[in-house]
Structures are given as structure tokens and as C-alpha cells.
């Protein structure tokens, strides 16, 4: 890899775990030279589980989805995510926006479908990740995040949100983590109950 892209993925890997993954994602976010790097974790006392986490976390700002909205962290920060679940990984890309970011994978939760999205760099396969989709699909990802100026919380963006799930649907295209993962790297949509609102939509046309 020649040009490091801003983002990276560490998928779990059980014969390593997690130390040896938060190793990893610190000396990628080296190579990109971030600075002022936040730390996102599902909630504090989940440092104390990681020793090199728990180093590289004291005297950085920790951010979790129960402080976000106290915390005082401006967005455009560096982030090291720990890991996340769907409402971390919305939070830690929501804050860090264009900076650089690296995403140590939960056992419990997949962010491939993010790194697909981001095009991050996985560090363990020494691959770039990337989408393959037509202009059509790509198109109906755009309308559906368009369609959610309100969190798709009102008539016409719910509206619009089942009217462009059902195209998915008839084209074989609907693909929930898809779908979510979109939303989260290029929407509005990092506020998690609207993501939350999606996925029940999208459960609601694949059930129909």
C-alpha cells in the first residue's frame, strides 16, 4: 500500500485478540500522523479489560455513547474504535468526519460492511475494501439518505424510505448491513434511533 487511506479496519482475530489488534490500530494511526486522537468504546469501564488500550486512552479525551452529548469533543478528530457495535461505530464516524480513524472489530459485530463503505485499509489481509455496485444501486442508496433529512421520523421521508426499500427489494438489491453501513459513512443518519428506524423498515420489506 502505497498511500495509506485515512481509515482502517483490524477484523478480530481470535489468535491474536483484542491487545494485540489495539497495537495495530495505534501504529497505523502513527503512519497516517494523526493527532489529537479520541478513543471510542461502548462505555468506560471497557478500558480496563485492554491494558495497551488502557495506556494509549490516558490523557485522551474517551468518547462513548453516553457521554457524546456531554463530552465537549469538537468532530474532526482522529479516532481509535474499540470494539464497536452499530451505535459506536455511527458515533466514532460521526466525530471523526474526514479524519483519520481505525476500527478494532468486535467478535460480536462485523464493521466490514463499514470498511467496504469507507474504503479503509485492512491491516491484517493487507487489502484496500472497496464497493462493486451498479450506478442504479448506487443511486438508491443516495435517495434513500436524501429521504432522511428527519431521520426518516416524518411522512414523507418514511414515505420515501419504504417506497425505495421495495425498489431494492423487486431488484434483489436489499441488503440490511448494506444499507446501514451507507448511511452511517455518507448520511445524516449517525443519530443511532434513526439507523435504528431504517433496520426495522428494512426487516419489515424482507419479512413482506
Known amino acids: 500500500m502505497t498511500e495509506l487511506p485515512r481509515a482502517a479496519y483490524i477484523p478480530f482475530q481470535p489468535e ?11 501504529a497505523y494511526l502513527d503512519r497516517v500522523g494523526a493527532r489529537g486522537t479520541i478513543v471510542v468504546v461502548p462505555q468506560k469501564n471497557t478500558l480496563t479489560v485492554c491494558p495497551p488500550l488502557n495506556a494509549y486512552a490516558t490523557g ?35 466525530f471523526a468526519r474526514n479524519a483519520p480513524i481505525a476500527v478494532v472489530e468486535d467478535a460480536g459485530f462485523s464493521s466490514s460492511r463499514w470498511a467496504d463503505e469507507i474504503g479503509a485499509a485492512n491491516v491484517i489481509e493487507q487489502k484496500i475494501h472497496a464497493v462493486d455496485r ?4 448506487q443511486q438508491l442508496l443516495e435517495r434513500i439518505e436524501f429521504a432522511g433529512n428527519n431521520g426518516w421520523g416524518d411522512a414523507y421521508g418514511l414515505r420515501d424510505l419504504r417506497r425505495l426499500l421495495g425498489e431494492l427489494q423487486e431488484r434483489s438489491l436489499l441488503d440490511k448491513d448494506e444499507v446501514l453501513a451507507y448511511l452511517i459513512v ?23
Open 16 to 26: 491474536h485478540g483484542y491487545n494485540r489488534a489495539v497495537e495495530i490500530a495505534i
Open 60 to 94: 485522551r479525551p474517551v468518547l462513548t455513547p453516553k457521554n457524546s452529548n456531554q463530552s465537549g469533543i469538537g468532530y474532526g478528530r482522529p479516532a481509535l474504535v474499540y470494539a464497536p457495535g452499530q451505535r459506536e461505530l455511527a458515533l466514532a464516524t460521526e
Open 134 to 137: 451498479s450506478a442504479e444501486h
Open 186 to 208: 455518507h448520511g445524516k443518519a449517525h443519530h443511532y434511533d434513526a439507523l435504528v428506524r431504517v433496520g426495522k423498515e428494512i426487516e419489515k420489506v424482507q419479512a413482506s
